[in-house]
């Protein structure tokens, strides 16, 4: 079975711009979340989706935006892109919104804003 | 609010010696607590987990760790490490009254295993 996919890989976007990051979940998982990794940092969590619904956000400016589709997949968009965007994005899936129900992490995608 | 501290940023042991992560949490509620693991250029891999019970928690491949209500610590020990535990390790707590997984990591600790 598939695992947590992320895309693009890699991502190189200029200050200013615009970015879609893309989530694939595991087959018959309902949440997605999502979280920055900035070098040498832990993760830090932006948004948690279940069954389309947003459940939570952490403390990340509006620039920041997130939606889960009927096939439960998920975007993350960021506007305005600043130097201090650049880091791992990484995406989790669970079958419910609920600890203990494991978060399975994707490979990430890496973003650089120059 | 939560916060997690991982005091080593970078542990290196030799093959076959014993290690200890440490972490300590801070919280005004009680917390379920987390190791994770990154190896390089791949995603985060839960390694084991303390929800409720006993307070010493293991995983498959040999780590263990004991929650410590009193010093709010969740060290990560190991016996006998190998090459291939070198990897990035994280610990993560997640506020028990929240049914949400937004968990709070700390800054994480790359253990270095050599020949």
């Known amino acids: 079975d598939a695992g947590v996919t992320q895309s693009p890989t890699h991502l190189i976007k200029t200050r200013g711009q615009q970015v879609t990051l893309r989530c694939s979940p595991i087959?018959?998982?309902?949440?997605v979340s999502w979280y920055q990794q900035v070098l040498g940092q832990g993760p830090q969590f932006i948004f948690q989706?279940?069954?389309?619904?947003?459940?939570g956000r952490g403390n990340f400016p509006d620039r920041f935006s997130a939606r889960q589709f009927p096939n439960y997949s998920s975007e993350l968009n960021v506007n305005a892109l600043l130097l201090g965007d650049s880091a791992l994005y990484l995406c989790?899936?669970?079958?419910?919104?609920?600890?203990?129900?494991?978060?399975?992490f994707g490979p990430g995608t890496r973003l650089t804003v120059t | 609010a939560q916060s997690v501290t991982q005091l080593d940023s970078q542990v290196p042991v030799f093959e076959e010696a014993p290690v200890e992560l440490r972490c300590n949490y801070s919280?005004?509620?009680?917390?379920?607590l987390f190791w994770y693991v990154q190896y390089p250029n791949q995603g985060l891999q839960l390694l084991l987990k303390y929800l409720s019970g006993s307070t010493l928690v293991e995983s498959i491949n040999g780590f263990e760790a004991e929650f410590n209500k009193s010093q709010t610590s969740f060290h990560l020990r190991k016996p006998s490490v190998h090459i291939s535990d070198t990897a990035e390790y994280f610990c993560?707590?997640?506020?028990?009254?929240?049914?949400?997984?937004?968990?709070?990591f700390g800054p994480g600790t790359r253990l270095s295993v050599l020949p």
């Open positions: 989706y279940y069954e389309k619904e947003e459940r």
């Open positions: 993560a707590v997640s506020d028990i009254r929240n049914y949400g997984q937004n968990f709070v």
């Open positions: 087959s018959g998982h309902k949440s």
């Open positions: 989790a899936s669970s079958l419910s919104d609920r600890v203990p129900y494991e978060q399975y």
């Open positions: 919280s005004s509620v009680s917390v379920y």
